[in-house]
C-alpha cells in the first residue's frame, strides 16, 4: 500500500496523489510497482527500500548520497501465544521526502496518519523523525505496562490451579520481554549515533527532543530488564511449588498404599491352604477382621505422626 501525506503551514495532513517536496511518503507492504515508482519519483536507492522489509533485519543506521536510512524495531500485537513480537520499520530521509516502510500497518504510523501526535509536520523532517522515535519508545512503555498487568493476571490464575497452561503462558510472556530488550537495544544504539554523528541537520530544539527519545527508551529497557527477572524469578518459585505439590500427593498415595497393604497382607495368609490361629473358631472372620482393622489403624496413626497425611 502506498500514500502520499503532506502538511500544510497549519500542520495539517492531507493525502495528495502526487510526489511533491516537503511530503511524507508510507508504504506498508509495499508491492515491486510501488518500490518501483517510489525509487523513480523520489531517488532513492532501492535497497534502502526493501531493507525493512525483512523480517530478521536489526536496527542500524546507514547514509549513502544524502539519503540516511533508519531501521528500527516496534512493538505489535503477537501471533498465536505471544503477547507481543516486534518487526523494522525502516524511516529514509532526503533532501525533499521522507518515507516509512513497514511490513505492518503498526500503531505508531496510523497515530500520524490520524494526526494524534501534536506538531507534526511533514516538511520538517527532523523533528518528524525524532517524533516516530519518541512515539516508539512510548509505545514499548504501554506494551510493558499490559505485559506487567498480563502477568499479574497468571500470577493469580497459578495461585488456582498450578497448571502447565499458566507456566506456559509466563513463558511466552518473557519470550515477549526478550524481544523487547533485544530491540530497544537496537533502537538505543541507532540514537545514540544520531545524537553523536550528526548525520542529520538538527537544531537545538530537535537535539533536546532527541535526548528525550534517549531517555523515554533507556526507561523502558530498565522496566523490560526488571519485569523479565520478575518474571523468571516468580517461574522458578512456581515450577518449585509445583513439584513439590506433586511429591505431597506422591507420599500421601504411598501412605494410604502402606496402610492397605497390612490388612491385605493379614487376609492373604489366611487364603492359604496350611494350619492357621482360629481357623477353627466360629468367629474367626470376626477375628481376622479385627486384627486387619487394629494393624491398618495402628500403621495409619503411626504415619500420621510422620506427616505421612
Not at 515508482?37 to 527500500?49: H, N, P, Q, R, W
Not at 548520497?65 to 503477537?78: A, K, S, W, Y
Not at 498465536?80 to 524511516?91: A, F, H, Q, R, W
Request: aromatic content about 10%; hydrophobic content about 45%.
Amino acid at each position: 500500500m502506498l500514500k502520499i501525506y503532506l502538511s500544510n503551514e497549519k500542520e495539517d495532513l492531507f493525502v495528495i496523489s502526487e510526489f511533491e517536496k516537503g511530503s511524507w511518503i508510507n508504504l506498508v507492504k509495499p508491492t515491486e510497482e510501488e518500490i518501483g515508482m517510489v525509487a523513480l519519483k523520489t531517488g532513492i536507492s532501492c535497497e534502502f527500500l526493501t531493507y525493512p522489509l525483512d523480517e530478521e533485519e536489526r536496527p542500524h543506521l546507514e547514509l549513502e548520497d544524502n539519503q540516511l536510512l533508519l531501521i528500527i524495531d516496534v512493538p505489535i500485537p503477537g501471533e498465536k501465544d505471544l503477547m507481543y513480537e516486534t518487526i523494522p520499520l525502516g524511516i529514509i530521509v532526503t533532501d525533499d521526502f521522507i518515507v516509512t516502510v513497514c511490513l505492518e500497518n503498526v500503531d505508531i504510523i496510523s497515530d500520524f496518519i490520524s494526526q494524534r501526535v501534536k506538531g507534526m509536520a511533514t516538511f520538517k523532517k527532523t523533528r518528524f523523525v525524532f517524533q516516530i522515535l519518541y512515539k516508539t519508545a512510548s509505545s514499548y512503555l504501554k506494551c510493558l505496562k499490559q505485559i506487567d498487568k498480563k502477568t499479574d493476571e497468571v500470577e493469580r490464575e497459578l495461585h488456582k490451579s498450578m497448571k502447565n497452561k499458566e507456566l506456559i503462558n509466563m513463558l511466552n510472556l518473557e519470550k515477549s520481554l526478550v524481544f523487547f530488550s533485544t530491540s530497544l537495544r537496537g533502537n538505543e544504539i541507532v540514537m545514540e549515533k544520531l545524537l553523536r554523528g550528526k548525520v542529520i541537520k538538527m537544531y537545538e530544539e530537535d537535539e533536546d527532543l532527541l535526548e528525550d527519545v534517549i531517555i523515554e527508551n533507556k526507561q523502558a529497557i530498565e522496566m523490560a530488564n526488571i519485569y523479565s527477572n520478575i518474571l523468571s524469578g516468580t517461574m522458578d518459585a512456581f515450577a518449585s511449588v509445583i513439584s513439590n505439590n506433586l511429591n505431597i500427593v506422591m507420599k500421601f498415595l504411598a501412605a494410604i498404599t502402606i496402610v492397605l497393604a497390612l490388612p491385605t497382607m493379614v487376609a492373604s495368609f489366611y487364603g492359604m491352604n496350611v494350619p492357621l490361629p482360629f481357623q477353627d473358631s466360629p468367629y474367626g472372620f470376626v477375628l481376622i477382621l479385627g486384627i486387619s482393622v487394629i494393624v491398618s489403624g495402628l500403621s495409619a496413626y503411626y504415619l500420621a505422626k510422620k506427616d505421612m497425611f
